[in-house]
């Protein structure tokens, strides 16, 4: 996880999309990212707002990890190559 | 009233158990190295979209969030940090009258695998689904912030279990290699024939291992059955350069 966890530190302040696995879609600006993946956004936009009105009016918020499914990065925000090379390093080395 | 928020709350996986001191304090599980972090007098608890349960104190432990009721025979309420999928601060007049803290709590029903589309199948149980939010609305407006950073920083405490590990990792196969490259799906399949290479059986055909095709071929010769299990008692066969 380790691997995320600096993918992700490089992400900060980039626009990024975070899917919850209750289907919430939630964009916002990455304010930061621990190691356990806890997500916190900023200048939040809530993409089923029918399913949750309430979200409208929040800001910013905290996403627990786990309950992320995806997190959805702006194209070219990550080297895919690297990323490639990386996660199979660590698979094998794991 | 009061009662059918306990019964909602309880559906949703809050705890409405809660042990209390004759003062009405939470009791602590200092077994599992509960502490107070944080107590503020004036809170109160929200459930769903307009289930208001009253004024309470708001007990932030590092292992849970903790409402107890104001009245003396009232409710208390209990949620651990993994049950809170998110907590925001909302401040907007048209959402809630108030500032307050907004948290969607995990009903579980999602990692089960059960239902994307979230509890259709159960409305036609009761009269209404409450929707998994609750509010906690501080008297003093400016309390918000100081509650949302308590909540962040206890939450970055309660990690799921170790169990979640490397191991974990779910994907679906068939779409990551249809998302590779032809190079690299050919490096990865070349890679995975390497470690996979525990020969089973007859041992022929996929010795790749310490040779080309051609040698395994040239060793084979006119004799195909010269690799294959001995039936009975035989001198024991020739295997050459251990292509077991």
Redesign the interface.
Known sequence: ?VLFFSLFKTLVGKEVTVE?????CISGQLHSV?Q?L?I?LAN?RVHNEQ?????????????????VRYVHLPPGAVDVEIL?DATRR?ARG? | MTSSIAAAARKLGVDTDVSLTEARDVVLETADEEELTSKCPGVDFVLG?DMNAGAGVLHLTTRRVVWVSSQPSGPAFALR??Q?????????P???AKPCI?L?L?EGS??MGMG?A?GDGEEEEEEEQV?A?VRLVPAEDAKVDEI?KV??DC??LN??SEV?G?GDFFFDEAEVMAGLDPQ?RAAVIADRLEEGMDLDDQGEGEAMENGTREDLEQLVGNDPSRFEDDEEEDEGQGQPDGAQ
Not at chain 1, 20 to 24: G, I, M, S, T, V
Not at chain 1, 51 to 67: A, D, T, W
């Open positions: 996880m919850l696995k209750n289907d919430l621990d356990y806890n916190k939040i399913k949750y009105p309430h979200m409208i009016s929040v800001r910013n918020c905290f996403i627990r990890g786990s309950v490639h660590e794991g | 979209d940090y993994q809170i999928m998110m907590h925001a601060i909302s401040r907007d048209t959402s809630y907004y969607q995990d999602e990692d994307g979230g929707s939010e949302f909540l962040c939450a970055a990690p799921d979640e490397e690299t």
